[in-house]
């Protein structure tokens, strides 16, 4: 076992080597900007002992204790090992740790930047949770098992400060991740930690009503800070101030779906509500993001052209969740932004204005924006009607020979030519219909063409208020179409499926090594069997009642054959005999990167376990005290 020494397989740099950079820029600035460094609070002296750990060894106990980059000692590791063990450090540099007999080796880690504050159990989850769990484990007790020990592995990554974005990596807020992780589980948490997340993602809200999607803090937060203030464009703040990144644009749209939502749940009073964001700066701080939800609106609202809808921000790559660099295929306007999210939010701030729960709600609409679409809320009503037909621009329309042709050549010649002959007929799709199939692009690219990758962004709008059955019935035949000519695979519900572009770049570009590409996402699963248990709420005709009952019995089988797979980020498929099956993503030294053991938004698994709450009462619903295994 080593320690002091950086690993990471994706290849970033070693912190020490940018510590060094900026020491070495230090000493190749003039005087005056070394006097404004200084001034702002670096000092070269905390980055040189920051490089140079000190080491303290007695007996079997080993002390390592390291400088802050803001100055002071930041963080000590103790390192200690049973009788017949040994340690030996390198150089400074390198630990190497050999247990004794009992192999025991108790690591003891303290920080300067202090601890978040947990949830106890009792107070994490609503009581019904613990009132189903015991009625589960009197009918299948393994089942009840690995529920609890998601429990506990969840409340591993929430606080009352924030929640936390994953584990190993991702140990962080994030802030899109916090909203629809609320969204998944509003069921399931209790209304104090929903509103302790949802604060959290206000609070962070940038000048313009932003919402941060990661924080960079303690050192990692003088390390930026130091490399702007090199630049001559620091931030204000001590040096050791948080560092808010807020490059993506999906979390604007999705707060505000989350706060109606929020509003609307039968355990929250208006008074609740007006409490968490009706006053001081969280109040203005919402406002700003609700008057930049409908000011990016406007121009699609006013003009009707594609290339004036919601844009990723100059000079970005990425901006939904589809955030790795080939995630929408240079696409500049996101199929999840455009088509679902902002029509929307434009209903969920429709929703809070008519409850009398916005704050300061006549400032919500500009003066030039009212004068254009009339009274406030028959300008909302008018702008959420507008972007209503949104997804006809993402949608892509394939006749039943182009289907076949495509798809055939996409075996034959695609990523996964190389597997050999299909190892089972279902792979090969069903037979094209007579009218072809439709499906949604990720994304339009730069000048509002769209990009023929299919896209599983309607999870999104099944989550949302209950669809016109047309519409319903459009969104869900993708995601139940077998794949190759839809997105249903053996390994779950592909997030992107490239066969149907006839694009050699394209089939590259979303093949099943890259993270985005023809992989399966945990959470957009979970989601798509929550949001049809939704759409079921409403009366449905025949046939269309039937197909979305089976596609939700489909969906909900698959989840509980790979219950255990659920908390994971992602994965992919390996054939295994004459089927392919779900594989790690990580596990080929050919994928990109690897998935993250566990993940906050996956944790919507338990959700789907669980079943509904709502029919059951609190009286009595469990210990209130009883923890999560």
Known sequence: MRFLRTFDREGDRDPREEVREVLDRFGRCDGT????????????????????PSVRRSGRRLVVAWGALAGGIGHHLVVAVDEGGALDCRDGRSLVVTPGPGRLIRLEVDTVHGALTPFPASELF????????????????TRALWIAEGLGRLRFLCYREKLLAGSWRYLTYFGRDTLLTVRMLREILSVEAIEAALASVVDRLGPDGEVAHEESLGDQAVLERARSALDGAGQPGPPDAAVLDYKMIDGDFILPIALAEYAADPRVSSDRVRALVGAGARADRLVRNLERVVR????????????????????????????SEDGLAGGRYPCSVNAVLVPQAL???????????????????????????????????????????????????????????????????????????????????????????????????????????????GVLALFGPPLPDQRLARTLEPLIAPFPAGLWHQAGLLVANPAL?????????????????????????????????????????EPLASRVRAARAR???????????????????????????????????NDVTESNALQLWSASWLAVALGPLESLSDEGAGRPGRPAR
């Open 501 to 541: 572009s006839g694009s050699e770049d394209l089939w590259r570009r979303f093949a099943r090594r890259h993270y985005h590409g023809t992989v399966v996402w945990s959470w957009p699963i979970a989601m798509a069997e929550m949001g049809l248990a939704r759409q079921l709420q409403v009366e449905r005709p």
């Open 347 to 457: 209903d969920a701030i429709e929703r809070l204005e008519a409850r009398g729960l916005i704050p300061e709600a006549p400032g919500v609409l500009s003066p030039r924006l009212r004068s254009a679409l009339g009274r406030r809320r028959a300008g909302l009503a008018a702008m959420r009607e507008r972007w209503a037909g949104v997804g006809e621009l993402f949608t892509i329309r394939r006749d039943a020979a182009q289907v076949e042709s495509q798809t055939a050549r996409y075996l034959r010649s695609g990523p996964l030519s190389s597997e050999g002959p299909l190892p089972d007929r279902a792979l090969a799709g069903r037979p094209s219909p007579a009218d072809g199939v439709a499906f949604p692009a990720v994304a339009l690219d730069a000048s509002g063409e769209a990009i023929p990758v299919m896209c599983s962004d």
């Open 555 to 589: 969906i909900r089988a698959f989840l509980e054959r790979n219950a255990q797979r659920g908390l994971a980020e992602l994965w992919s498929f390996a054939r295994r005999g004459s089927r392919w099956q779900p594989a790690p993503f990580g596990a080929s030294e």
């Open 126 to 141: 609503d009581r019904r949770v613990w009132h189903r769990l015991d009625a589960i484990g009197r009918v299948d007790p």
């Open 296 to 323: 990016l609106a406007e121009a699609f609202a006013l003009s009707g052209r594609s290339t004036d809808l919601v844009s990723l921000n100059p000079g970005c790559l990425v901006g939904d969740w589809r955030d």
């Open 33 to 52: 900007l070394c006097r404004r460094l200084h001034r702002a609070g670096f000092r070269e002296s905390h980055f040189r002992s920051w490089l140079e």
